[in-house]
């Protein structure tokens, strides 16, 4: 059997025809690449959760509508064949809008995952049609029929025994004749329901099916030749990092590096899958090889950013020397499904961010009921518009003075909830929104550019 690549592209590697036909020349220098993953168009995703959040003004709905086509048929008018993808384009631009106006009266996660999937069926139909057109023997295939998912929509969960048998049986044997095009970021639950893995999901999807197709090789590109050291954006003179261990590129996409969805690496590292992050616009500047083993092992290797945080601090007195508190809170937060992200506790107080996984991509919020169940044991506070900045490196809670430098350096900044010495990759705190730039750059400064 031959040896499967599967490649990864995102949004900003297929917004128009020119970023496609970029992404297609990457597929072309890797005769290895059978499988292609793609993401919506550039913008699209956005468009579509407005949709989906329900839109009352019949003006904007409209707007959004015609937006929608303008970015598809400016790739549709640029094909030699435009006839073969356009209807199937309409009729999904024709959902759209009929699952619009049903959102305006009444949203929901179901219908939420219905609309924001359609970026992507939109998306690869385009491009399937872009690499026949190049001379490629390439197909479209529909990933709702093997990534299966539960029913939690909006953050589904990959069902890994059924995904692994449904991929040897339908898509490993068209990758052997074919380059397979298909989704990222959708799936579908044992009711033929679509689903979605979660905001920022094409990622973490596409290692699901590089694992279920026993692939060689995972490559993700985007618009950044490979991690760097900090968002390029906030501190200039970020640097790229050549290689980075699964450990730490987890811990950096965990904790904010959008250039990665948190899990996606957790399929390629159960089977040893390396993972190669590059740009497809300028694809001779190479990228990041992520591994199990690298060579090079800093105290410090980067800095992320992670915004929209939610904090929620439970005080009581009745917790000092008390048995049993915690485990009260936790067995509140499981009976409605709140997932806990970072946690600090004192004598008489217990401090934690809520996990921010669902599609809408808004700040997470602990609801009401639960808000109520917790106040019985205690007093809540919900604290908004908090950002998460977190150090990565190696072995730092067990490096004299590691903490000093870092501390030192941000002594005028108000940091909150910090946590350090659970990892021997990470030390994270939280700030307020307004000032987390400056102290990423700030930092950046004092450890990666002197």
């Not at 219905?114 to 970026?119: A, E, I, P, T, Y």
């Not at 380059?179 to 970021?185: A, M, R, S, Y």
């Not at 730490?248 to 399929?267: D, R, V």
């Not at 998460?388 to 809670?397: E, R, T, V």
Request: hydrophobic fraction near 40%.
């Amino acid at each position: 059997m031959n040896p499967i690549n599967v490649a990864k592209f995102g949004g900003t590697s297929v917004a128009n025809f020119e970023a496609m036909t970029k992404s297609a020349s990457v597929i072309e220098q890797n005769p290895n690449t059978h499988l292609v993953v793609i993401s919506a168009c550039s913008g699209v995703t956005n468009l579509l959760v407005e949709l989906a959040n329900g839109v009352q003004d019949n003006h904007r709905k409209k707007a959004i509508l015609e937006g929608l086509k303008t970015i598809h048929f400016s790739v549709l008018d640029q094909l030699a064949d435009p006839l073969i993808p356009e209807q199937a384009i309409l009729d999904i631009l024709d959902d759209i809008e009929k699952t619009a106006e049903t959102a305006a009266s009444q949203s929901n996660d179901k219908l939420t995952d219905h609309l924001v999937s359609c970026g992507e069926l939109m998306s690869t139909h385009l491009f399937t049609q872009l690499l026949i057109e190049r001379g490629n023997p390439a197909v479209r295939f529909d990933i709702r029929t093997v990534l299966r998912t539960d029913s939690r929509f909006g953050k589904g969960e990959p069902q890994l025994n059924d995904i692994s048998r449904l991929a040897q049986k339908k898509l490993t044997p068209l990758c052997q004749q074919q380059i397979v095009v298909t989704q990222g970021f959708i799936g579908s639950d044992s009711e033929g329901n679509t689903t979605t893995l979660g905001r920022g999901g094409s990622d973490y999807s596409a290692a699901l099916i590089a694992e279920s197709v026993d692939a060689c090789g995972l490559e993700i590109w985007t618009d950044v030749p490979g991690i760097y050291t900090t968002d390029p954006r906030i501190a200039p003179k970020a640097s790229p990092i050549p290689e980075i261990s699964f450990s730490e590129a987890s811990e950096m996409a965990n904790y904010g590096a959008k250039i990665l969805h948190p899990s996606t690496l957790l399929p390629a590292l159960r089977h040893q899958i390396p993972v190669f992050v590059g740009s497809s616009k300028e694809p001779e500047k190479g990228g990041t090889w992520i591994k199990e083993k690298v060579d090079s092992t800093p105290l410090f290797r980067a800095l992320t950013l992670r915004c929209n945080q939610t904090m929620v601090t439970l005080h009581s007195p009745s917790m000092f020397h008390a048995y049993g508190f915690l485990a009260e809170v936790f067995k509140i937060l499981a009976k409605y499904q709140i997932s806990v992200d970072l946690i600090t506790t004192s004598e008489v107080s217990v401090a934690l961010t809520l996990d921010q996984t669902n599609t809408n991509g808004k700040a997470p919020e602990l609801p009401l009921e639960a808000q109520q169940e917790l106040e019985e044991l205690c007093t809540v506070e919900v604290e908004h518009n908090l950002c998460l900045i977190a150090l990565i490196g190696n072995k730092m809670s067990h490096s004299k003075g590691s903490a000093k430098q870092v501390f030192g350096t941000l002594e005028e900044f108000n940091l909150r909830m910090i946590c350090y010495g659970a990892s021997q990759h990470n030390l994270c705190f939280l700030l307020h929104e307004s000032e987390s730039k400056q102290a990423v750059k700030i930092l950046h400064k004092e450890l990666f550019e002197q």
